[in-house]
Each structure stands twice: as structure tokens, then as C-alpha cells.
């Protein structure tokens, strides 16, 4: 979304165009008076990057991407802007992300400095989370993510909000009718000064979600209708701000519920059941910072409630098969000291503690398990320019859990500049991770195994970076080369003992590699016209590469459900108040079966892409302002699924109203 002070209406146009032509008689008419002129040597400003930042690779999503998605989930977010793979169940269902072909679990997440991973599963249900509640969005690749926290061998999902200062009173109110009974509403009240800010957001997202698909999964194949897939979402974030000298405070609190029917599987051809699950969050964050002219002192209070119930019963004498009741507790608190002696030196200290309890119970089965987990983490870096094109960075973390010491965990990382500008870079970055197990990979009954060890790995990554800018075009892309080798990864699979069930094991050792790009490329047609084109690729082969090739036939072949190729494109054109968005995600093959065989029986899920389409026209009753947009989702009607027998709904559309005001 453009802001205000790019959009121009007749009126503006106007005005401009009279200053133009008072500037130039002006000019003209003191050139008359004035013998001399006097001219001076033009000057180039350039930004300049954080040192901080050196030698790491970091994606910020662009606020415009986030402005445009506003009433999505950030599932669909990264699906469409980002070279992560999201694994969806299905449209308002559980959505988790795949980071550089590694697991869920291996993508840590972050809420404005604090862990929200579950400590139960290990992973993030990205599903709960709307871009409306979000400020800033960012990417920590490979092991850059050592700067927030270990545990991420893929990478890290950095959410934040922010205050703006300048707002004495704003109101933004938005509401979207879409295909499938679908109702959106998103209300944000804002209101303070220049040392006090108070913001609230709520929304709702309710569906039924009954969409035909072709079911490929029963004999004879049929045209159907999903049934029993509604869902309802709905969460309110509180923040308040104040900042006095050099002290400025923040608290954050927000609660999240989502209830949702399960459908069944296209493949199923028994009776009707019923299969629910309801989420309940409520997180919290306390901020203090002590800023100076070279040091910043910082001390970040966090608690993270969850509850998840999942039921599930057969019509057949209404018998329950499941009726879990999982509650997870985290507490964290954070110390962290920057400190900045020079404007080429910078040093970080942070220590943090986390306490995690988790409760399961299964009242159909009578089984479960009550643990608890402490946390302790270390973390030591300096980032350093010894010279204008040269910037090094060193840290290493020391983490204690369960009586288990991880001693070094390192990362080094290195930027050169190419050019004086510094438009063009080469970034290098070594580093080792380590991951811990999830609760339930240790406790769950059955097949949970205590004597699980960390997954270990080891990871390189190497990139040029680049941008050009003149005065019609502003072009920059970055291409990056990365590999990891990860131990110990941790699998499912039949126990061993021939019983019926599952367990966990650490018996294999993973290799993921591969390639992204990303490229961006802003300019403007004939004064009139702004065009924006983004994209990027990831192309991630992971693979298993410690089995024995005549008892695993899994060895060297890629990984279930990861797909080697991931792309992104993204073109917006706007003239005047009206505007053109495309963005087009496409995803790769997928395999279900370990040793990657297709058969009748060894399905495998086809690539494609997705076209989405979005057209609407802002509308400008200073201090007001309308926007009204008509968004066409799978514009090309693909026929696809994420994950196999979940079937996906073809083309459907939005329409979408924000009404805003700001003082």
C-alpha cells in the first residue's frame, strides 16, 4: 500500500504544478538581477547499513507485502512473498513452515524478542497468527538465526510490533465478505503522543468453508462438496507505549481462540464422525530499555499460555476415539546489553531463562504425561568494520536444558563490499546449531523416548548481493548458495519391538543444500505509472544420506513433503488512486513416500501455481480515507493439494472495504 504522501489526486497535481511554475518565473526573474552564479559539487547520499546486521542474511518483508495481505494469516504471508514452504491441511487448517527443506520444528519463531515455538510439538501453527496484528516481519536464513536464539536449523521467523509516535488518533476498520460464507472484520484503535501511545486490535474470521473439489481419492472419482471444515478465529492485541528521557517501557498482550471442524479425508468412505479442534493463546511481554548515546540495556518479561483440545468420534454409538486435552505454560525473561563504543564496533551480551511445563491427557485412551523443562542460554557476539568495505561478525551461544550442556555454539560471518557505494556485497556466514527435542518426542505414550539426543548440525552460506538505482529504476537481488549437514535427526517410525505403534528415534543424518534468489525492481512509466516486480526461488534438496542402502531404500532421496523447487512472483502497477496487484506462488513436486516411489499406491503431489489477482481504488476525504478492493484467488482454477487427500478450494473471491482515519 502507498502511503499518503505518494498518492497524488488532480487537486495535489495542481498545486504542485503552480509551485513548479512560481519556482521557474522566480528563477528566472533573479537570474535577470544576478551576474554571477555560483555553483557547488553534487552530493550522493547513501544509506547506511546496521553493523549489527553484517555478515548475516536477513529477508525483511516489505511493508507494502504486508499492507496488501492485511486480512490473511501469515501462513499464506510467507507462502506467497518468501522462499518458505508452508505444509497446509487446508484452508483455515494447520499450516507450519519448512525452512531450507528442513522440518517445522527446525523453524524457530519470535514475537517481539520471546520464543513462541510450541514446547510440546517444537513447531508454529502459522494459521492463528493475521498479518493485522503484525508491524514487521522478518527472515533470519541458516545459522544467522543465532542472533535470536538456537534451535533454528533452517531458519527463524522474526514478528514485531512498533509504536508510531507521530499518531495522536487513528481508526482503521476493515471488512471482507468472501466465497464460502466467509465474513472478516479487523477494528485497530490507536491514540497518545509523542511520549505515550495506546493501540488496540481485534478481529474475526468465520467460515464455513463447503467448497467443491473433484475427489480423486474414492472409486468412482466425483465431482463433491468439503463438508464439516468451518472454522472461527478471533483475537485482541493490547499494546501501550511510553517512552521518558532515556527509559521507554512497553507491555503487549494477546489472546487468540480459534475453533475448527476437521474434515475427513478425500480417501475415507466410512461413516460421518465428528473431528474438532479449539486453540486458546494468551501471551504476554513486558519491554524496558535504557538507551544512551553508546549502549542500550534491555529486559524482556514473556509468558505463552496455550491450550489445545482435540475430539474426534465415530456416528457408530457415538464412540469417542480421542479426547486430548493438551495445556502448555512458558515463562521467559531476557536480559540483553549493546554496547557501541564506536560507530564501527559493536558488542552484545544476552542471557536468558525459560521455564516450560506441559500437560497432556487423553480422556477417551486414559493416557498422558505432566513435564516440565528450564532453559538456560548465553549468547556473546561482536560485530566489527575494520575497514569501509570489510565487516566481520563472531558470536557463540552456551545453552543448558534438562541437566544437558551444549558448551559452543558458534557462528562467523563476513560482508565484503564490492564497490564504494556499497551496492554490491559477498556475505559469508559458518555456523553450528543444535535443536532439542520436543516434549512429545520424549514423553509421549506410547513411543516417546527419553534418551533422545539434540539434533546437531552444522551449516555454510555464501551470497552476493546487489542493488542499482538511477532516476527512472531502483533494481537490487541477492543469490545465495547454502548447505547443512544436520545429525541425529529425529525420526517416527514403527517401533521396533513389532507393537503398534510409533516411536521416536535419532537415526538419521540429513543433508540439505541448495540455492535462493531473490530480485526486486521498482520504477516509473512516464511520470504516471509506479511498477513493482519482485520474485525469488529456493531450490532445496534434502536428503537422507546414513541409511543402508539394502534395508532403507530412503538413502539420498529427498524428504517427504519438501519440495525441491519453491518460487515467488509478485508485479503491482498503481496510477493515480487506482491500483494492479498479481502475485503468483508456485510450489514443486512432493513426495509422501520416503523412498520417493510413484505407483497407484505411492502417490506423489504434483507441482503448481497459483494465480491471485487484486484490483481496487483508494479514495482520499482528508482526514478520511477509503480503500475498496475485489481480490480473485486461484484465478486459474488449478486443481491441487498441499498435503495428500486435503483437498483445496479452486477459484474464489474477496471483496474488501478500509475505512481509516488519522489525526
Avoid at 26 to 55: M, P, R, W, Y
Avoid at 114 to 128: C, E, T, Y
Avoid at 512 to 534: K, M, P, W, Y
Wanted: aromatic share 14%.
Amino acid at each position: 500500500m502507498k502511503s499518503k504522501s505518494k498518492i497524488l489526486t488532480t487537486t495535489h497535481f495542481k498545486a504542485i504544478l503552480c509551485c513548479l511554475m512560481v519556482l521557474f518565473y522566480a528563477e528566472d526573474i533573479v537570474a535577470q538581477k544576478l551576474n554571477d552564479t555560483i555553483s557547488i559539487q553534487e552530493v550522493q547520499v547513501f544509506g547506511k547499513k546496521k553493523i549489527e546486521e553484517s555478515g548475516l542474511l536477513i529477508t525483511h518483508i516489505d511493508t507494502m507485502q504486508l499492507q496488501m495481505m492485511k486480512t490473511l494469516t501469515v501462513s499464506e504471508l510467507l507462502s506467497s512473498y518468501s522462499p518458505i514452504f508452508i505444509k497446509s491441511y487446508g484452508r483455515g487448517s494447520t499450516a507450519s513452515a519448512s525452512f531450507r527443506g528442513t522440518a517445522p520444528s527446525h523453524t524457530q519463531v519470535y514475537w517481539n524478542g520471546i520464543k513462541i515455538n510450541s514446547p510440546m510439538r517444537g513447531d508454529v501453527d502459522f494459521s492463528l497468527f493475521p498479518v493485522y496484528f503484525i508491524d514487521d516481519i522478518s527472515l533470519q536464513h541458516g545459522g544467522s538465526s543465532l542472533q535470536s536464539g538456537s534451535g533454528a536449523l533452517g531458519g527463524s521467523v522474526l514478528i514485531n510490533n512498533k509504536p508510531d509516535w507521530t499518531d495522536r488518533l487513528s481508526i482503521r476498520y476493515v471488512q471482507t465478505i468472501e466465497s464460502y460464507a466467509t465474513a472478516k472484520e479487523y477494528l485497530n484503535v490507536g491514540f497518545g503522543n509523542g511520549k505515550f501511545q495506546f493501540k488496540t486490535r481485534v478481529f474475526s474470521d468465520r467460515s464455513k468453508n463447503n467448497f467443491p473439489y473433484f475427489n480423486y481419492g474414492v472409486l468412482p472419482m466425483r465431482e463433491t462438496t468439503q463438508t464439516n471444515a468451518g472454522y472461527s478465529k478471533m483475537g485482541l492485541l493490547q499494546e501501550v507505549y511510553t517512552r521518558l528521557a532515556k527509559h521507554t517501557f512497553s507491555a503487549k498482550l494477546w489472546a487468540h481462540q480459534s475453533n475448527r471442524d476437521l474434515p475427513q479425508l478425500m480417501s475415507f468412505e466410512g461413516d460421518t464422525r465428528v473431528e474438532t479442534q479449539d486453540d486458546q493463546n494468551i501471551r504476554g511481554i513486558i519491554n524496558w530499555k535504557y538507551i544512551t548515546e553508546k549502549s542500550k540495556l534491555e529486559w524482556v518479561g514473556g509468558v505463552n499460555l496455550n491450550e489445545l483440545n482435540y475430539f474426534r468420534s465415530s456416528t457408530e454409538a457415538s464412540f469417542v476415539n480421542f479426547d486430548s486435552r493438551s495445556k502448555e505454560k512458558s515463562f521467559s525473561n531476557q536480559i540483553n546489553f549493546d554496547w557501541k563504543p564506536r560507530e564501527t564496533l559493536s558488542l552484545n551480551w544476552s542471557f536468558n531463562t525459560s521455564y516450560h511445563q506441559v500437560s497432556v491427557f487423553d480422556r477417551a485412551q486414559q493416557l498422558g504425561y505432566d513435564q516440565d523443562r528450564i532453559e538456560l542460554s548465553l549468547l556473546n557476539s561482536i560485530h566489527w568494520q575494520p575497514k569501509p568495505q570489510v565487516s566481520l561478525s563472531f558470536l557463540f551461544r552456551s545453552e543448558l536444558y534438562d541437566s544437558q550442556l551444549i558448551e559452543f555454539i558458534p557462528s562467523i560471518g563476513m560482508e565484503y563490499f564490492t564497490d564504494k557505494k556499497q551496492q554490491s556485497s559477498l556475505k559469508l556466514n559458518l555456523a553450528r546449531n543444535y535443536h532439542q527435542p520436543g516434549l512429545n518426542d520424549l514423553y509421549w505414550i506410547p513411543g516417546g523416548n527419553p534418551d533422545l539426543k539434540p539434533e546437531d548440525g552444522y551449516s555454510g552460506d555464501l551470497a552476493f548481493a546487489f542493488s542499482k538505482k538511477n532516476k527512472k529504476m531502483t533494481f537490487s537481488g541477492q543469490l545465495t548458495g547454502f548447505a547443512s549437514l544436520i545429525e541425529n535427526w529425529i525420526v517416527w517410525q514403527p517401533s521396533a519391538g513389532g507393537a503398534y505403534y510409533w516411536e521416536a528415534n535419532n537415526l538419521r543424518k540429513v543433508f540439505a543444500r541448495g540455492v535462493e534468489i531473490q530480485t526486486s525492481v521498482h520504477t516509473t512509466i512516464a511520470n504516471a505509472v509506479s511498477f513493482d516486480l519482485r520474485g525469488n526461488y529456493s531450490h532445496a534438496a534434502t536428503s537422507n544420506i546414513d541409511a543402508v542402502p539394502s534395508v532403507d531404500e530412503s538413502r539420498g532421496k529427498q524428504l517427504i513433503y519438501i519440495p525441491k523447487h519453491k518460487a515467488n512472483l509478485f508485479a503491482e502497477a498503481a496510477f493515480k488512486n487506482y491500483y494492479l496487484k498479481i502475485n503468483a506462488p508456485f510450489t514443486g513436486k512432493r513426495y509422501t513416500s520416503s523412498n520417493n516411489v510413484e505407483s497407484d499406491y505411492e502417490k506423489v503431489l504434483n507441482p503448481y501455481w497459483l494465480f491471485n489477482l487484486t484490483g481496487g481504488r483508494r479514495f482520499e476525504f482528508k482526514p478520511f480515507r477509503v480503500d475498496a478492493s475485489l481480490s480473485i484467488e486461484n484465478l486459474a482454477n488449478t486443481d491441487y493439494m498441499a498435503i495428500l487427500w486435503r483437498p483445496m478450494p479452486g477459484r474464489y473471491y474477496s471483496l474488501t472495504f478500509q475505512f481509516s482515519y488519522k489525526k
